[in-house]
């Protein structure tokens, strides 16, 4: 059986329907009600679960005007400092407690990305059901180790990351504990581009560590992440914002509600239709094997009358012999007289 890991009760993996996670990320544009209105949207549009940031700015840096500290390269964030660019997308950690409630009343799964020792001590205090390692936490072993100590299932994203630091990351979280691991295939460019997504990788990933693989997508629009589903991904992570005209770091490649549940509706449809492998005549199928080819007298031929290929042919409806027996019936005689119309049959050659 396919590997599978289970999160909240729910078991994840390709003999499993997709787990649908909608990141908030940034796009609360530190407004809890905005937040609230993200929660539920996320909900209405088909997500299992709603994921979080947890971390503080000083977690992530140090405040610095340093050039090495200035973010450049053609990103969405070009000019801003790390500690700035972090600042506005923090999320206090008060409003995590009330969201995780809130996310609880509804039936939407809630966990967070954690940055620090500090981070994951929090979420622990929240019992969350899963740790999420982001795509830059991916070579920070001492945390990775802190997150397995925990026993929770860990998700790892892998963007930017060669396959001997995946086999690295994966490694310590076994030795630490960890039983349960999914990783997600990941571009972490923001937006990333299709071209770049490589989503045949996916299989890889499985095959090579033995592990659920899903994407965490930061494409625009849903084509790679349905696209995702049909090379065996297990989960799908998204961007989600209320509108793209709310301002914020995330908000030019995140998904709104009606595009969100376009891919959810997409990606249900694309696992049911990857089914299994299999030859032959399905259910839904039955009644159109009639308008298969076989063969029909086609024209009155009397007894005794030599069948040619005047007047029995291969033709629409599926009711007399194969195709296949042509030749076995050319040049043979008739044993009685057939009325035009008439399927072939074994009882109708002398």
């Known amino acids: 059986m396919p590997p599978f890991v289970t999160i909240n009760g729910r078991n994840i ?27 539920r949207a996320a909900k209405e549009s088909g997500a299992d679960a709603i994921k979080l940031q947890t971390f ?28 700035d660019l ?30 620090d020792v500090t981070s994951i001590d929090f979420l622990e205090t929240l019992n969350v059901p899963v740790h999420k390692i982001t795509s830059f936490e991916l070579v920070d072993l001492a945390l990775i180790k802190k997150m397995a100590y925990t026993g929770k299932p860990l998700v790892i994203s892998t963007g930017m990351a060669t396959l001997a630091e995946i086999e690295e990351a994966v490694i310590t979280a076994q030795v630490a504990g960890a039983k349960q691991i999914v990783l997600l295939k990941c571009n972490s460019s923001y937006p990333a581009p299709p071209v770049e997504m490589n989503l045949r990788t996916i299989p890889h990933l499985s095959e090579t560590f033995g592990l659920p693989v899903g994407l965490s997508d930061h494409t625009v629009g849903i084509a790679t992440s349905v696209a995702a589903v049909a090379m065996g991904a297990c989960i799908i992570e998204k961007h989600f914002t209320i509108s793209r005209s709310l301002p914020g770091p995330d908000s030019a490649f995140s998904m709104e509600p009606a ?28 009644a159109s094997r009639v308008f298969r080819r076989s063969l029909f007298v086609t024209c009155d031929v009397n007894e005794g009358e030599i069948f040619t290929k005047f007047n029995v042919r291969s033709i629409r409806p599926g009711y007399g012999l194969l195709p296949r027996y042509l030749e076995h019936v050319l040049g043979r005689r008739a044993a009685r007289n057939i009325e035009k119309g008439t399927a072939m049959s074994w009882d109708l050659i002398a």
């Open 56 to 83: 503080t700015p000083d977690a992530h840096t140090i405040k610095s005007d340093r050039d090495c500290f200035r973010v450049g390269g053609g990103t969405l964030w070009d000019g801003r400092t790390l500690y």
């Open 86 to 115: 972090y600042a506005e997308a923090y999320m206090p950690w008060d409003w995590q407690t009330k969201l995780q409630s809130i996310a609880n009343e509804i039936g939407l799964d809630f966990f967070s990305a954690a940055v």
């Open 259 to 286: 595009e969100f549940k376009a891919m959810v509706d997409a990606i249900r449809i694309t696992e049911k239709a990857m089914g299994q492998v299999t030859y032959g005549l399905t259910v839904s199928e039955t």
């Open 13 to 39: 993996g390709q003999e499993y329907p997709v787990y649908i996670v909608a990141e908030m990320s940034a796009n609360h544009g530190q407004n809890f009600e905005r937040a609230v209105d993200i929660l």
